[in-house]
């Protein structure tokens, strides 16, 4: 068992204990800014940094109680985005080659330092010179420590999946292909991006193309520059498993086609009908796409309010028991009366718990998301379950990752 695992396990009497007050004057800032005196590009000045701008960018903005409450194309436990999104640009006519960070706040990509012969190439296992993009995804875990405590850790891993596969939709639609990178000292990664005990990077992809030319090493670490407004980190785990994992795997790609206007109208399903069920074409849809996630995940879908096929758990299409466990399956995910009327609830599990399975399944939730919204049908992911529960339910001992609920979206 990892141990992990166990301590960020939910339990009803832990539920119970922390479901106290918070303060939400005290929720540390969301978004991170580099100081005004960098230079910046605004996305919209360049066509190709669409590629950027629609892999992470403010979807709607409400005023609650007199504060601005920004949601993403991300989903994100909680809205609280503990998550950051840099990118090396390299020999793109008109944009000067150089490291740069993605203010969402203001859609502007500011470059904290230039680059010529050297680079973040020497320290991502990257001999030659890469002519492309160069993305690192990093987390900043007390933005959601804050809220969740030692959970947390769990929501920040699936975060930053869901951002991958945001980064590889946007990938897509721009016609290019991700690669990811892991075979490198993240420690190294992690101070030559300025960072420190705040936040750590999990995940390095490219696209681009290499030159002949070998990359000398950057001059200087980044600047250090806070990113949240102040950080009571506390949980040490974190602090340990975030200074050394990182995505390790290329993660499944989205079959369908998906369209700008789909990553800009993400939302997550509130409310599901309670009357209608999705059709078999919508259905068999969401199943070939919950069947395409490979090892080292595994995905069981549960049919809840299903007319088309046996209500019951099934695995690749196998029917592992029947019967109709809405009510007990809802239980189990601290009883999130919403999910009484979805349709399908999917449960992704692996035989080892890590950064890389969370974001794995972080990944392929993203996925469902954005099939749910080319087919307007509705999807929450959900990180909030019992987990010792959901396994015996299942009769399993791989780890619980991540639950979504898929259904019929109500008007
Ligand atoms: C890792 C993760 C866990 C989540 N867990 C839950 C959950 O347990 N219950 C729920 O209703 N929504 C859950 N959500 C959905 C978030 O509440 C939602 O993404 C957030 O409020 C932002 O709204 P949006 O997705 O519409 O942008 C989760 C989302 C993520 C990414």
């Not at 785990?237 to 050394?244: G, H, P």
């Not at 990182?246 to 399903?269: F, G």
Request: hydrophobic share 40%; glycine share 6%.
């Amino acid at each position: 068992m990892s141990v992990l695992y166990e301590e960020t396990n939910l339990t009803p009497l832990q539920v119970a204990r922390e479901s106290g007050y918070l303060d939400w004057s005290s929720q540390p800032s969301l978004f991170k800014h580099y100081p005004d005196f960098l230079f910046r590009y605004k996305i919209e000045e360049n066509e190709l940094f669409n590629v950027i701008g629609f892999s992470r960018v403010i979807t709607s903005t409400k005023l609650i109680g007199g504060k601005p409450y920004h949601q993403l194309n991300t989903p994100s436990a909680g809205n609280l985005h503990p998550v950051e999104l840099y990118v090396q640009i390299r020999g793109i006519k008109g944009v000067l080659s150089g490291i740069y960070h993605l203010d969402v706040q203001k859609n502007e990509l500011v470059l904290i330092q230039e680059i010529d012969k050297n680079g973040l190439e020497p320290y991502v296992g990257l001999e030659k010179s890469l002519y492309g993009m160069l993305f690192i995804i990093s987390t900043v875990p007390f933005r959601a420590e804050w809220k969740y405590g030692k959970r947390s850790v769990r929501y920040c891993y699936l975060d930053v999946g869901h951002q991958v596969s945001a980064l590889n939709v946007s990938l897509k639609l721009h016609q290019y292909s991700m690669t990811i990178l892991s075979d490198f000292d993240k420690s190294v990664l992690n101070e030559m991006m300025g960072f420190t005990t705040q936040e750590f990077v999990c995940s390095v992809s490219y696209f681009g193309e290499f030159k002949k030319s070998t990359v000398t090493a950057l001059k200087q670490k980044l600047m250090y520059v806070s990113p949240s407004n102040y950080s009571e980190l506390q949980y040490n785990n974190v602090k340990e498993l975030a200074k050394k994992e990182v995505l390790k795997s290329l993660v499944t790609q989205v079959s369908e086609n998906i369209k700008k206007k789909n990553i800009l109208s993400r939302r997550s399903a509130r409310v599901f009908e309670g009357k209608e069920v999705l059709n078999a074409a919508e259905l068999d849809a969401i199943i070939q796409e919950i069947n395409r996630v490979h090892y080292p995940l595994v995905a069981h879908v549960v049919l809840l309010n299903d007319a088309h096929l046996h209500p019951g758990v099934y695995l690749q299409n196998r029917l592992l028991k029947e019967g109709d466990f809405t009510q007990e399956l809802t239980s189990l995910l601290v009883d999130q009366k919403f999910l009484l009327n979805a349709d399908i609830i999917v449960i992704f599990t692996a035989k080892y718990f890590s950064a890389n399975t969370l974001m794995q399944a972080g990944a392929a939730m993203h996925n469902l998301y954005m099939l749910s919204e080319t087919r307007q049908f509705g999807c929450s992911g959900i990180g909030a379950f019992y987990d010792s529960k959901v396994q015996k339910f299942l009769q399993t001992d791989n780890y619980i990752l991540y639950v979504g609920a898929l259904g019929v979206k109500k008007k």
